[in-house]
């Protein structure tokens, strides 16, 4: 049985940083590509990274680019995504997910965790 659980969300101030993990179960990680999504409050769910098979990684959105970083434990069937200089805009419910290659679309996802929240706050 797949199962993905997120854990690692909280609230931080501005600047400050967060550390999410998605730990996996009923397959392996190398197998699959493992993507990070986030839903804002009134808004779409959009993509925020992924790690492929070949443990390469893919940030969609360029102001994510050096501050996020994905990467993931084999031993630990873990997925985890280090947040750094977190901004008010990064509040969110934050999401993992399993697909056969990194894309973007919610839609090629086959398995989500439920979430973890993020709050960017002062």
């Known amino acids: 049985q797949v199962q993905l659980v997120e854990s690692g969300g909280g609230s931080v101030q501005p600047g400050g940083s967060l550390r999410l993990a998605c730990a996996a179960s009923g397959f392996t990680l190398d197998r699959y590509a493992m993507s990070w999504f986030r839903r804002a409050p009134g808004k779409e769910r959009e993509g925020v990274s992924c790690i492929s098979t070949a443990d390469g990684s893919t940030y969609w959105d360029d102001s994510m680019k050096g501050r996020f970083t994905i990467s993931r434990d084999l031993a630990k069937n873990t997925v985890y995504l280090q947040m750094n200089s977190l901004e008010p805009e990064d509040t969110a419910n934050y999401y993992c997910?399993?697909?056969?290659?990194?894309?973007?679309?919610?839609?090629?996802?086959?398995?989500w965790g439920k979430g973890t929240p993020v709050t960017v706050s002062s």
């Open positions: 997910a399993r697909g056969e290659i990194c894309t973007p679309l919610k839609t090629d996802m086959d398995y």
